[in-house]
């Protein structure tokens, strides 16, 4: 069913990409699994119209995913891929060849910059990276040979805010497109091809599968990127698996009320963790203390759970103890599951984007645990560092 822009968000999350009627009335679309598409006549099999062909150029189940996903991002186009990291990978790989220049913000997912310095380095693509406030000064970082400004908003780990629409005139300009890791916001909080980004990315692992138990990544483009994504989506051959699809969809029924708990919960903590001794920043791009607060306030219309916070000194040794003194908040990677989860942040392959913060930064995932409780155990977290 498509719904219309007016319709509520929610609303919109309710409905988006199922057809009941299509499937004899169930709510939700069967999961197809499928290698083989059978043909009903030679004619029909070298016609190439008829609608599905092989398992690997869509279902059924991962065409509901994706309408479901255009009709969030505003997209021409989506394309699904078994993990998030995949679906940075593949549009790099898309657009990017020898010879060709591309622009990574500095504040980038960790396994964005390996992808870049190792595979696309050695394909003979020159990659730079920019300090995420930039803004329009990336026109002096452009060159005649850069094809992709690659953003992500906020940064990962240390959530800086980005000028994305200064970032796309620019680049639009120079004839370059814009990619756009929207992982953090989810296109609930924000929808970036209405603010000059060609193409959108998501590790659909986090918010919308919602329950650590699923890997998936959407990457949606405008009009103008949509064939060469889906050609060379197709041409590599990274399908996803029909159960995580699933999954995955129906994640996003449930997303907009999880995120609402996971926006007012991170809030209250991130300003509550403001006042505590031993904290000297709190990086929440939602609070009016941090750098990026008017960008956030401007293009975004709500935050997710994810945001960090720096100690006012000390080194691991008081990480550490922090972490191992945590009861609700698990100690893993990932995040957007249905529980809590810190982790100390590495800056260690950051070239320009260093901070200077005074101690340790720790990076909390909020999740949907009652809230007071998640403060005792980081007020217990704190004392056990030992810094105020
Ligand atoms: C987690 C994450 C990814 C990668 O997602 P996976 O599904 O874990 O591969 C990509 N970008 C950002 C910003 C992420 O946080």
């Known amino acids: 069913m498509t719904t219309k822009r007016k319709d509520g968000i929610n609303t919109r999350l309710a409905h988006i990409g199922n057809d009941p009627r299509a499937f004899y009335g169930f709510v939700n679309p069967p999961v197809v699994h499928a290698s083989t598409v059978l043909f009903p006549d030679a004619e029909t099999m070298k016609s190439h119209n008829q609608k599905y062909t092989y398992g690997t150029r869509g279902t059924p189940t991962t065409d509901a995913l994706a309408e479901a996903m255009d009709e969030l991002e505003g997209s021409a186009g989506t394309i699904i891929v078994p993990s998030g990291l995949a679906a940075v990978t593949v549009p ?32 003979g693509v020159e990659v730079e990276y920019y300090d995420p406030h930039i803004g329009s000064g990336i026109s002096a970082l452009m060159k005649s040979n850069t094809k992709v400004v690659f953003t992500e908003s906020p940064g990962s780990n240390t959530f800086e805010m980005q000028d994305i629409p200064a970032i796309a005139a620019v680049a639009r300009q120079k004839g370059a497109i814009v990619m756009m890791d929207n992982t953090w916001a989810t296109p609930v909080f ?11 990315i998501h590790a659909a692992t986090k918010y919308p599968g919602g329950h650590s138990d699923v890997l998936l990544g959407t990457v949606s483009a405008n009009e103008n990127c949509w064939k060469r994504l889906h050609d060379a989506f197709i041409t590599l051959g990274t399908c996803a698996g029909p159960d995580d699809v699933y999954q995955v969809l129906r994640g996003l029924r449930t997303m907009g009320v999880r995120l609402e708990r996971h926006q007012e919960s991170a809030l209250e903590i991130a300003h509550w963790l403001e006042g505590q001794p031993g ?101 217990n977290g704190l004392k056990a560092a030992g810094l105020g």
């Open 92 to 123: 790099l790989l898309a657009f990017l060849a020898a010879g060709d220049h591309v622009l990574i913000v500095d504040s980038v997912y960790g396994p964005t910059r390996r992808f870049a310095d190792s595979m696309l380095k050695g394909f």
């Open 279 to 379: 904290v000297a920043q709190v990086l929440h791009p939602a609070l009016p203390s941090h750098p990026g607060y008017e960008i956030w306030k401007r293009d975004f219309s709500g935050a997710s759970g994810l945001f960090s916070f720096v100690f006012t000194g000390g080194g691991d040794h008081e990480a550490n103890a922090f972490l191992n003194a945590l009861k609700f908040f698990g100690l893993g990677y990932s995040w957007g599951g249905f529980e809590s989860l810190a982790v100390q942040v590495s800056l260690a392959d950051r070239t320009i984007a260093k901070g200077n913060y005074p101690g340790p930064v720790i990076r909390l995932q909020i999740g949907l645990e009652d809230v007071e409780d998640l403060k005792a155990d980081i007020a």
């Open 190 to 200: 924000f929808r970036p091809l209405e603010h000059g980004v060609d193409i959108s």
